[in-house]
C-alpha cells in the first residue's frame, strides 16, 4: 500500500501589521523561517515543501540555505493584508500535487518534528473517520462569556481548574486536508475534523511583539535543556560502548 503524499505549505507575507517583518526577523541568531522549514525537512512524512510569499528576501534566502524548498511567488491580487488565508491557500493548492496537504506557519519556531510526525501518523491512522485535521492547546481556567455567563464551569461548585471540563483553542500550528475539502468548503477544517493536542509550550504561536520575546526565551531554555542532557549522557557513557 502506498503512502499518501503530503505537502507541506507555509505562507510568509513579507510585511507584518503587529510584528514588523517577523517572518524574516531574527530569532535565535536565524531568521524566523528557518526554524519551521528546518522543523518539516526533517520530517519523514513530508513529501514536499512548498513556501507561498511575496518577499523576495524570503525567496532568495530559501533558494540559498534550502534550495529543495519550492518557492511559489504570491500573486499581486492575493498580496493584501486583508485577502482570507483560503484564497492564498486555493491558489497553492493549484501549484502543488498531492494527496493531502500540512499547513504550518512561520510563527511557530517551537513546533518539533516529532510533533509534525505525529499528527501526520494520527490523521492517517484515522483516516476516513475524520477527514482533516487541527491542532489545539487544551485549557483549563474558568472562562465567562462578555454576558458575564460562564462557559465551562459552575460558579456555585468551585472545583479545582485541573478537575474542570476542558476547551479546546485552535493554536493555528497545524491544519491537514485535502483539495477537495478546501474547494468545497473552503476551509481547511472539514466535515470531521480531528483535534490533535499540542503542549502549550510549543505550540507558542508569534502574533504580537510580547509573544516574539516569549517564544525566544523559551526556545532558549529548550535549547539549554538538551544541552544538559545530552552533557549527561556524554559523562555517563564516556568510554563505553552504547
Not at 503512502?3 to 530569532?27: D, I, Q, Y
Not at 530559501?62 to 482570507?84: D, H, Y
Request: proline share 7%.
Amino acid at each position: 500500500m502506498n503512502t499518501p503524499a503530503v505537502a507541506a505549505l507555509v505562507p510568509m507575507r513579507h510585511t507584518s501589521a503587529r510584528v514588523p517583518g517577523k517572518n524574516h526577523r531574527p530569532f535565535a541568531g536565524k531568521p524566523l523561517y528557518h526554524y519551521i522549514i528546518e522543523s518539516l525537512l526533517a520530517c519523514p512524512y513530508i513529501w514536499s515543501v512548498a513556501v507561498d510569499t511575496d518577499s523576495s528576501l524570503i525567496m532568495e534566502g530559501l533558494r540559498s540555505t534550502f534550495p529543495s524548498v519550492q518557492v511559489i511567488k504570491r500573486p499581486e491580487a492575493l498580496r493584501g493584508g486583508m485577502v482570507p488565508m483560503t484564497d492564498v491557500l486555493l491558489y497553492d493548492v493549484e501549484q502543488i500535487e498531492a494527496d493531502y496537504y500540512l499547513q504550518t506557519h512561520s510563527t511557530n519556531p517551537l513546533l518539533r518534528s516529532e510533533t509534525i510526525s505525529a499528527a501526520i501518523k494520527a490523521f492517517l491512522g484515522n483516516h476516513p473517520k475524520y477527514d482533516s485535521l487541527f491542532s489545539v492547546t487544551k485549557i483549563q481556567v474558568r472562562l465567562w462569556d462578555e454576558a458575564m455567563q460562564p462557559i465551562n464551569h459552575d460558579p456555585s461548585v468551585l472545583l479545582r481548574t485541573q478537575d474542570l471540563p476542558p476547551v479546546y483553542e485552535e493554536n493555528s500550528n497545524l491544519y491537514i486536508f485535502s483539495r477537495d475539502i478546501l474547494e468545497r468548503r473552503r476551509n481547511r477544517i472539514g466535515d470531521r475534523p480531528l483535534l490533535f493536542e499540542i503542549d502549550r509550550a510549543e505550540a507558542w504561536d508569534i502574533d504580537e511583539e510580547i509573544d516574539f520575546a516569549i517564544a525566544e526565551f523559551l526556545f532558549g531554555k529548550m535549547r539549554a535543556v538538551k544541552s544538559q542532557i545530552a552533557e549527561r549522557f556524554y559523562s555517563a557513557t564516556k568510554g563505553r560502548k552504547v
